[in-house]
């Protein structure tokens, strides 16, 4: 791929689609003859997927039902469940799905559109300081924004809780929060915003926080080192996103993946790296909803060009990076989840790309907003429905 000239792209649509087919030829290739138990023949994605369930020997798990809308699921060290519940809850689920509680302090939210609950996080020191972090919608319906509340975690209360970061601007719209957050190996914390839908070209601006990944400290006081400080973008750490909606570490090597959400096509994994900007909406291999293109360039100079692309969207939600014992077939690889498409994509990196991608989980036939490793290494996903499931994943080995 060209980066250094920008790139016109008459035919968006199918240069992608060949780009991924032939990454695809490339895989089954590399894989052939292997006993590589994560790539799937082509074929249906229900085929590809039982076999992916026969050679990965996994077992499903629904730990409990009749959770409305679930978003995010943390695992607490007790094997326990904190889950938010997209209209407004921050529940605590015992470890074998039982005796739901909602906890008391959690902060109020604007729900209206894609607004309320998002991520739930645990502090990295968590054990000894039983600190919780939400993301959720906060203002009304002419002035909100994703804010991150921070509370210490007591029985079923969360105690001391202030919000430590709202993102500026306001805005008018119910749509593209972002939400997901992530602590890096030097404990500071990622969060990902939306362009806010109507605001995109703000995704291109430094000055405001739509479009944005932001660092903060564990307390919401900024890095002395984030890149833009000096210019006044003091939180602002990359940059030209649309609605990201998964961000995950890679534990062994560090690096840090991020997917958004295209408008049609142009779903998007992404390699974070402090001040780069990701494009949006200035490139971008997806066109608007009405079909219009929303750029004629795929590719800009200085535009940070995406790890990977769904064309068409899988409308992807829920990111985690495998590194537990329990599935030795998936270490190393990212789990997606993907609420379009219903199920969850297994991505297999190598030097820098994606090599093979595989569904896993389709016969569940539900949106998967979620998708997580366990404390204990199991895989958790959580489905996207009013009557919406924390589903467990272990190896039936
Ligand atoms: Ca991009």
Do not use: C
């Amino acid at each position: 791929m060209n980066r250094r000239t920008a790139k016109e792209k008459p035919m968006p649509v199918f240069a992608v689609t060949l780009r991924f087919i032939a990454a695809a030829g490339l895989s089954f290739g590399l894989h052939a003859g292997s006993a590589h138990a994560g790539s799937a023949p082509a074929g249906s994605a229900h085929a590809a997927s039982a076999d992916a369930a026969a050679a990965s020997g996994y077992h499903l798990e629904t730990l409990t039902e009749g959770l409305q809308h679930p978003w995010s699921v943390a695992q607490l060290p007790d094997g326990s469940f904190l889950v938010t519940e997209r209209g407004g809850a921050l529940l605590h689920i015992q470890a074998d799905g039982t005796g739901r509680t909602a906890l008391e302090g959690a902060p109020a939210t604007f729900v209206a559109g894609q607004g309320g609950y998002f991520d739930v996080l645990l502090h990295p020191q968590f054990a000894r300081n039983q600190l919780v972090y939400l993301s959720y919608a906060k203002g009304d319906k002419s002035a909100n924004g994703t804010a991150i509340f921070r509370a210490r975690l007591s029985g079923n209360r969360l105690m001391d809780g202030e919000d430590i970061l709202w993102v500026a601007d306001r805005k008018n719209t119910a749509q593209h929060y972002g939400g997901r957050m992530l602590f890096l190996p030097d404990g500071t914390l990622l969060l990902a915003t939306g362009d806010g839908f109507d605001f995109r070209e703000k995704a291109q601006d430094g000055a405001n926080e739509l479009g944005k990944v932001l660092r903060i400290h564990d307390d919401g006081s900024v890095p002395d080192d984030n890149p833009f400080r000096a210019r006044g973008s003091e939180r602002v750490w990359t940059l030209g996103h649309r609605n990201p909606q998964g961000l995950a570490l890679d534990r062994a090597s560090g690096t840090i993946y991020l997917h958004e959400h295209g408008p049609r096509g142009g779903d998007e994994v992404n390699v974070l790296r402090a001040a780069s900007n990701y494009g949006w909406p200035a490139a971008t291999q997806g066109v608007d909803y009405s079909g219009a293109y929303v750029s004629p360039y795929s590719e800009l100079p200085g535009m940070a060009p995406p790890l990977h692309v769904w064309v068409p969207s899988i409308a992807p939600s829920g990111l985690a990076w495998y590194g537990g014992e329990p599935f030795p077939a998936w270490q190393g690889k990212l789990l997606v989840g993907a609420l379009v498409d219903k199920e969850v994509r297994l991505l297999t990196l190598r030097d820098g790309a994606v090599i093979d991608e595989t569904p896993l989980f389709a016969e569940l036939g539900v949106r998967i907003r979620d998708v997580r490793e366990g404390a204990d290494g199991f895989v958790y996903l959580l489905t996207d429905e009013e009557n919406g499931a924390l589903i467990r994943v272990t190896p039936t080995r």
